[in-house]
Structures are given as C-alpha cells and as structure tokens.
T-cell receptor, first 112, second 111 residues
Framework: EPEVTQTPSHQVTQMGQEVILRCVPI?????FYWYRQILGQKVEFLVS????????KSEIFDDQFSVERPDGSNFTLKIRSTKLEDSAMYFC??????????FGSGTRLTVV | QKEVEQNSGPLSVPEGAIASLNCTYS??????FFWYRQYSGKSPELIMF??SNGDKEDGRFTAQLNKASQYVSLLIRDSQPSDSATYLC???????????WGAGTKLIIKP
C-alpha cells in the first residue's frame, strides 16, 4: 500500500530556531497538505499545495511558515522562527483527484 | 464559520456489538465526508469516505450520509477491542481544498 513518509518523527528545537519538516507524498498524487494537531485538540488545516503553488492557507500559516516542493518528490514545511505554541504534531497528507486523503505518520515538534 | 460537530464520548460498546458514531456539519455546500481513525499519538488513518446520500459499506464499516439533515454517521459491526480509538469526522468543501475536522469521538470496545 502506498504511503506518505514524514521525517523526522520527532524534532526538538529551541524557541526562535528554524525547522524544516519533510514529507514524501504518494508519487501519483497531485494535491499536498500540511495539517497540525496540538495535543488534545482538533486537527487544523495549515496549507494546501497544487501545481507547484499554494492553493489555500489558513490563518495559522503566517509569514513564519513556508512550503516548498524542491525536487518533484519532497514536500517541505519550514517554520522560520519557532514559538512555544508551534509545538504540535505536524501531518503531511496527499490525495489524488477524487480520492481520500492519505496522511503520513507525523512529526512531533517540541519547541523548548 | 464552517463547523463539524461530534460527541466527544467516550462511547463504550461491548465487543461484538454495533458501534454508532455521529457527526453533524454546518454548511449545506459540503461535498465530501470522511471518517478517520486515530490511535493515541498516531496520525489519522482513513477508514472511508462518502459523497452521495445513503449508505456505503466497506467490510465491517458502513458510512451513512443524510445531506438534508446534515449528518454523517459511521457504523462498526462486530466491534473488536482493536477498534478502540478516536474517530474523526472531516468534511471537504468544493470551494476550497481543506478538510474541516470534528474534535473526534473516543470509542472504547469492552471485551
């Protein structure tokens, strides 16, 4: 069964540092997403990406966040200057046209 | 404000019984409806999705959609202890690409 792969599984960083979360979506999927889930809370949408550009972003996705698809297979989320409140599980997802969303196993980001 | 509501539970069901999970949504323009299962500390795992009114069956799982009443439900037949998890309902709108999530219902299957 095709999978969405995320690395690292756990990242600890100091407040103010930059982090890059990496994702390899399913190869024939066209739509890519980042979601996050703060412990004990709802899953929240961050950004969607299609045809090499952002198609939609939420209020959470401010200037501190950026996404890239640098080489046609990887899909990255960068947080430029992390804050304590950025601590959460970050999930990458991809889907094909008309299909369900497949999620990666997540990166647990801890900002200290 | 588009919202998806679920009873947080926990919902306790004896092993072998039918578990019934419900979800309501606020926007009549909603188009696609998804059920995910999430074990503690893990990522959401897609169970099934439904687009059309009525029932959709996949193994022990049945999704039911009623657009007039704006609810979607998930039935789990012959519940197993391994079905114990949080079940997340998510809704996709045609005007954008994101999923709107409910807070999830915690299901406990008692052996």
């Amino acid at each position: 069964e095709p999978e969405v792969t995320q690395t690292p599984s756990h990242q600890v960083t100091q407040m103010g540092q930059e982090v890059i979360l990496r994702c390899v979506p399913i190869s024939n999927h066209l739509y890519f997403y980042w979601y996050r889930q703060i412990l004990g809370q709802k899953v929240e949408f961050l950004v969607s990406f299609y045809n090499n550009e952002i198609s939609e972003k939420s209020e959470i996705f401010d200037d501190q966040f950026s996404v890239e698809r640098p080489d046609g297979s990887n899909f990255t989320l960068k947080i430029r200057s992390t804050k304590l409140e950025d601590s959460a599980m970050y999930f990458c997802a991809s889907r094909s046209t008309g299909g369900g969303y497949t999620f990666g196993s997540g990166t647990r980001l801890t900002v200290v | 404000q588009k919202e998806v509501e679920q009873n947080s539970g926990p919902l306790s069901v004896p092993e072998g019984a039918i578990a019934s999970l419900n979800c309501t949504y606020s926007d009549r323009g909603s188009q696609s409806f998804f059920w995910y299962r999430q074990y503690s500390g893990k990522s959401p795992e897609l169970i099934m999705f439904i687009y059309s009114n009525g029932d959709k069956e996949d193994g022990r799982f049945t999704a039911q959609l009623n657009k007039a009443s704006q609810y979607v439900s998930l039935l789990i037949r012959d519940s197993q202890p391994s079905d114990s998890a949080t079940y997340l309902c998510a809704v996709n709108y045609p005007s954008n690409y994101q999923l709107i999530w409910g807070a999830g219902t915690k299901l406990i299957i008692k052996p």
